[in-house]
């Protein structure tokens, strides 16, 4: 009987004992306790993340804007390292293609580029329409593109001078208007470096109105019909990648600051 009055003492010791340490545990003067403030600010960050990967992705589509709480979200993403990050990667995996296919080496070896904000970005542009919560400007952006002062995205202009060794023929196909923004282009372009592209394709007055998808798809159709094979084709938009004859393989770049149909 006293042994089994000695063992309940025990168990009733250790418990307490148990309590003791959980309620300092939790109690320590150095945690500090999860404010309102950063439970929201959490919140607010793991939509924006869905709602980037949504756009990514292309489940979410048609959007004008970027959601107004998600401007230091996607200022962070494109302007502190991880914009770059996924970009640079893309183009490795688009390296590693490139190394494994076998060209016909008869002239007929085609690649495809989109160019805003695949060879040249227009990111200190956005910077000033708040990453993209700003509804989409056409003169501001005209006024923009006219000035010929886009940078070049490092990593594609690395990768369209491994496409020119390679000795494919590389097509630069953009929605930007043939007539207001052709010269501006072709500057910007050379003062970047991507000097020896086959050709510069822009918007004519033929494709105005209709959607990029249609446009793109018309030319790569006829740069098929003049005998070309198109190994790869790479843009920020899923416009840019869809459609007809969009190429052995497409990759479509991060983009999270507009939409374009």
Same mark, same amino acid.
Do not use: H
């Given at each position: 009987?006293?042994?089994?009055?000695?063992?309940?003492? !025990?168990?009733?010791?250790?418990?307490?004992?148990?309590?003791?340490?959980? !309620?300092?545990?939790?109690?320590?003067?150095?945690?500090?306790?999860?404010?309102?403030?950063?439970?929201?600010?959490?919140?607010?960050?793991?939509?924006?993340?869905?709602?980037?990967?949504?756009?990514?992705?292309?489940?979410?589509?048609?959007?004008?804007?970027?959601?107004?709480?998600?401007?230091?979200?996607?200022?962070?993403?494109?302007?502190?390292?991880?914009?770059?990050?996924?970009?640079? &990667?893309?183009?490795?995996?688009? /390296? =590693?293609?490139?190394?494994?296919?076998?060209?016909?080496?008869?002239?007929? =070896?085609?690649?495809?580029?989109?160019?805003?904000?695949?060879?040249?970005?227009?990111?200190?542009?956005?910077?000033?329409?708040?990453?993209?919560?700003?509804? &989409?400007?056409?003169?501001?952006?005209?006024?923009?593109?006219?000035?010929?002062?886009? %940078?070049?995205?490092?990593?594609?202009?690395?990768?369209?001078?491994?496409?020119?060794?390679?000795?494919?023929?590389?097509?630069?196909?953009?929605?930007?208007?043939?007539?207001?923004?052709?010269?501006?282009?072709?500057?910007?372009?050379?003062?970047?470096?991507?000097?020896?592209?086959?050709?510069?394709?822009?918007?004519?007055?033929?494709?105005?109105?209709? %959607?990029?998808?249609?446009?793109? %798809?018309?030319?790569?159709?006829?740069?098929?019909?003049?005998?070309?094979?198109?190994?790869?084709?790479?843009?920020? +938009?899923?416009? =840019?990648? +869809?459609? =007809?004859?969009?190429?052995?393989?497409?990759?479509?770049?991060? /983009?999270?600051?507009?939409?374009?149909?």
């Amino acid at each position: 009987m006293i042994s089994s009055a000695m063992q309940r003492l !025990k168990e009733a010791i250790v418990l307490l004992i148990f309590a003791i340490c959980s !309620k300092a545990a939790n109690s320590n003067p150095y945690r500090r306790p999860i404010t309102d403030t950063q439970e929201s600010a959490g919140a607010t960050a793991a939509y924006c993340l869905s709602w980037r990967l949504a756009v990514e992705a292309n489940n979410l589509r048609a959007w004008r804007t970027v959601p107004t709480q998600c401007l230091r979200y996607i200022e962070g993403y494109m302007t502190l390292g991880q914009y770059e990050r996924d970009l640079n &990667f893309i183009v490795e995996n688009i /390296n =590693d293609y490139i190394e494994e296919i076998i060209l016909e080496n008869d002239g007929s =070896d085609a690649w495809i580029l989109d160019v805003d904000d695949t060879c040249i970005s227009n990111l200190l542009y956005y910077k000033g329409k708040r990453f993209g919560c700003d509804p &989409f400007d056409p003169m501001g952006f005209k006024t923009w593109a006219l000035k010929a002062e886009c %940078s070049a995205v490092p990593a594609v202009l690395i990768l369209f001078n491994k496409l020119m060794e390679k000795g494919i023929k590389i097509f630069l196909i953009t929605g930007r208007d043939e007539i207001t923004l052709g010269q501006a282009t072709l500057d910007n372009l050379y003062n970047q470096g991507f000097i020896g592209y086959e050709r510069l394709i822009l918007r004519s007055k033929a494709y105005r109105g209709k %959607s990029a998808v249609i446009y793109k %798809s018309e030319i790569r159709k006829q740069l098929v019909e003049e005998g070309y094979k198109i190994w790869g084709n790479v843009g920020d +938009q899923w416009s =840019d990648i +869809q459609g =007809d004859c969009v190429g052995e393989r497409s990759f479509k770049l991060p /983009n999270p600051m507009y939409f374009v149909p």
